[in-house]
């Protein structure tokens, strides 16, 4: 590391940094994707309300 840089902790920047934070960032995307791509079916129930008076 020529120019110093460090990561964001302070340490000293390598080369495998650049893979690991790709992956890492790889590894988001794909979660992401899971979760916003996940089907939930409609489901019509019942709704009820109770409440109490506690005096």
């Known amino acids: 590391n020529q120019w110093g840089i460090?990561?964001?902790r302070g340490?000293?920047?390598f080369n495998t940094s650049v893979s690991s934070v790709?992956?890492?960032k790889?590894?988001?995307d794909?979660?992401?994707e899971?979760?916003?791509n996940q089907y939930?079916?409609?489901k019509v129930s019942k709704f009820e309300?109770?409440?109490y008076i506690f005096d």
Request: proline share 4%; net charge positive; no cysteine.
């Open 49 to 51: 309300v109770n409440y």
């Open 22 to 24: 790709l992956k890492r």
């Open 6 to 8: 460090k990561t964001h």
């Open 34 to 36: 899971e979760v916003r």
């Open 11 to 13: 340490k000293q920047w």
């Open 30 to 32: 794909l979660l992401n």
């Open 40 to 42: 939930f079916p409609n």
């Open 26 to 28: 790889n590894e988001r």
